[in-house]
């Protein structure tokens, strides 16, 4: 049997998609890009921490980023559909080594200021935001129409599995020589990226949109979305997840660490990598199985345990609790995560995939911008209170999102619509 009919043949492997050459190159460099952004990302927060020790300017820190992320996303997807999704993939982590490489030797240097660092973390965040649309953009041109849930299920794997490792060395690399120091060592990440890219052979296909203006471009993947009911059902419940519950996440984790739960960055990092534990195990749970059955149920069981997961999280303050609650958010996250892009990969044309994955992943802009509201509204009633009341509403919304959104029950039926003409 060839290596092709052993990936689309009846008995296909658990694998398979790492059968295809340039999806083995694309994942391995997604390994590199998510474990450089976990190290910046804790980085980042110990740094405008020590700055400030200030709830609400962690939150601006997480307004810098989402704002980066929606500036620059859309415009991201609409380039990865006019073209070269390669080309653009390495410039985007060339871009991405320069700043950061600029911002650790500032912080090193003791020349970094509050502002000149938000400004460098937006732009970093911004140009960050656009490599993972790219990224998944590219997957259905490296692999066959059947093996994209299992390709999505390990990109996921490398992007979220990350935090399950990262976290650690991240901790320790700042408690010894600070959060530039973690930076600095964060560049390693992009060069080693950048080598593993330059070693893909697809060179992409030209693609109609190239010849409309950019602006129309976004327009166009905006107004698909609209008109879709599966499509914006998906976006509407990671929405509710981003805003509610993992904002928190991304912003107010490091006080709520070291004044909650008393713990060093170091300390902390160790509960992360719990957190990246249940990403790896949802992950490649999904990954293994011959394909991903009832990714409509699986993406609205993964959205319920969300939120009660991470408000178990907020109520407790023994270690072993905050540890099993981490470990099924992260899993509940990343399960509802893969289910999700899948659906969009296998419901959207490649012609507007690239937009539409950009508009996909703006959950995680509004889950950054969000925190800049959360930390406001810490700063008045105290942390604890903000942690519970946002993780209960996160909840409430969810199942009622669940409830009352007919398109999310009938997501399963979209999905094999549109998979079945191909098999």
Same mark, same amino acid.
């Given at each position: 049997?060839?290596?092709?009919?052993?990936?689309?043949?009846?008995?296909?492997?658990?694998?398979?998609?790492?059968?295809?050459?340039?999806?083995?190159?694309?994942?391995?460099?997604?390994?590199?890009? %998510?474990?450089?952004?976990? #190290? !910046?990302?804790?980085?980042?927060?110990?740094?405008?921490?020590?700055?400030?020790?200030?709830?609400?300017?962690?939150?601006?820190?997480?307004?810098? =980023?989402?704002?980066?992320?929606?500036?620059?996303?859309?415009?991201?997807?609409?380039?990865?559909?006019?073209?070269?999704?390669?080309?653009?993939?390495?410039?985007?982590?060339?871009?991405?080594?320069?700043?950061?490489?600029?911002?650790?030797?500032?912080?090193?240097?003791?020349?970094?200021?509050?502002?000149?660092?938000?400004?460098?973390?937006?732009?970093?965040?911004?140009?960050?935001?656009?490599?993972?649309?790219?990224?998944?953009?590219?997957?259905?041109?490296?692999?066959?129409?059947?093996?994209?849930?299992?390709?999505?299920?390990?990109?996921?794997?490398? !992007?979220?599995?990350?935090?399950?490792?990262?976290? #650690?060395?991240?901790?320790?690399?700042?408690?010894?020589?600070?959060?530039?120091?973690?930076?600095? #060592?964060?560049?390693?990440?992009?060069?080693?990226?950048?080598?593993?890219?330059?070693?893909? %052979?697809?060179?992409?296909?030209?693609?109609?949109?190239?010849?409309?203006?950019?602006?129309?471009?976004?327009?166009?993947?905006?107004?698909?979305?609209?008109?879709?009911?599966?499509? /914006?059902?998906?976006?509407?419940?990671?929405?509710?997840?981003?805003?509610?519950?993992?904002?928190?996440?991304?912003?107010?984790?490091?006080?709520?660490? /070291?004044?909650?739960?008393?713990? +060093?960055?170091?300390?902390?990092?160790?509960?992360?990598?719990?957190?990246?534990?249940?990403?790896?195990?949802?992950?490649?749970?999904?990954?293994?199985?011959?394909?991903?059955?009832?990714?409509?149920?699986?993406?609205?069981?993964?959205?319920?345990?969300?939120?009660?997961?991470?408000?178990?999280?907020?109520?407790?303050? /023994?270690?072993?609790?905050?540890?099993?609650?981490?470990?099924?958010?992260?899993?509940?996250?990343?399960?509802?995560?893969?289910?999700?892009? %899948?659906? #969009? !990969?296998?419901?959207?044309?490649?012609?507007?995939?690239? =937009?539409?994955?950009?508009?996909?992943?703006?959950?995680?802009?509004?889950?950054?911008?969000?925190?800049?509201?959360?930390?406001?509204?810490?700063?008045?009633?105290?942390?604890?209170?903000?942690?519970?009341?946002?993780?209960?509403?996160?909840?409430?919304?969810?199942?009622?999102?669940?409830?009352?959104?007919?398109?999310? =029950? !009938?997501?399963? =039926?979209?999905?094999?619509?549109?998979? /079945?003409?191909? +098999?």
């Amino acid at each position: 049997m060839t290596k092709s009919e052993g990936v689309t043949g009846r008995h296909r492997l658990p694998l398979r998609a790492l059968a295809h050459r340039d999806f083995r190159v694309l994942w391995l460099g997604m390994v590199f890009a %998510s474990g450089t952004i976990a #190290v !910046q990302y804790y980085a980042q927060i110990w740094l405008i921490y020590s700055l400030t020790g200030s709830a609400l300017l962690l939150g601006v820190l997480g307004l810098a =980023r989402g704002a980066g992320m929606l500036l620059f996303a859309m415009f991201g997807g609409a380039l990865a559909d006019r073209m070269d999704r390669r080309s653009l993939l390495i410039t985007v982590e060339v871009a991405t080594l320069t700043v950061s490489a600029v911002l650790a030797a500032l912080t090193i240097g003791g020349w970094i200021e509050l502002w000149l660092a938000f400004l460098l973390i937006f732009v970093a965040s911004g140009v960050q935001s656009i490599e993972i649309p790219v990224r998944h953009a590219l997957i259905p041109d490296l692999v066959q129409r059947e093996d994209i849930p299992n390709a999505v299920a390990l990109t996921t794997a490398a !992007q979220m599995g990350s935090f399950a490792f990262f976290p #650690v060395i991240a901790g320790f690399v700042i408690d010894a020589i600070e959060p530039g120091g973690a930076y600095a #060592v964060s560049t390693v990440g992009n060069v080693i990226g950048i080598g593993v890219l330059l070693t893909l %052979s697809y060179r992409g296909r030209p693609r109609e949109a190239r010849q409309e203006p950019l602006l129309r471009n976004v327009r166009e993947g905006l107004t698909y979305a609209r008109k879709d009911p599966a499509i /914006s059902s998906v976006i509407v419940i990671m929405f509710a997840m981003g805003g509610l519950g993992f904002a928190i996440y991304t912003s107010l984790i490091g006080k709520w660490a /070291s004044e909650e739960l008393a713990l +060093t960055p170091g300390e902390y990092g160790i509960l992360a990598c719990v957190w990246g534990v249940g990403t790896l195990i949802a992950a490649y749970s999904l990954a293994f199985m011959s394909d991903l059955p009832h990714k409509g149920k699986v993406l609205m069981i993964g959205a319920l345990a969300f939120g009660p997961s991470l408000l178990l999280f907020s109520l407790t303050r /023994s270690l072993p609790v905050a540890g099993f609650a981490y470990l099924i958010n992260g899993a509940a996250w990343t399960a509802a995560g893969i289910c999700a892009t %899948s659906i #969009v !990969q296998v419901i959207v044309p490649n012609e507007v995939r690239g =937009r539409v994955m950009s508009l996909f992943s703006l959950h995680f802009a509004f889950a950054q911008m969000n925190g800049a509201t959360l930390g406001a509204v810490a700063a008045v009633v105290g942390l604890e209170t903000l942690m519970v009341g946002t993780t209960s509403l996160c909840t409430i919304v969810v199942v009622i999102l669940v409830l009352a959104v007919p398109n999310l =029950r !009938q997501l399963d =039926r979209r999905v094999e619509a549109a998979v /079945s003409p191909a +098999t």
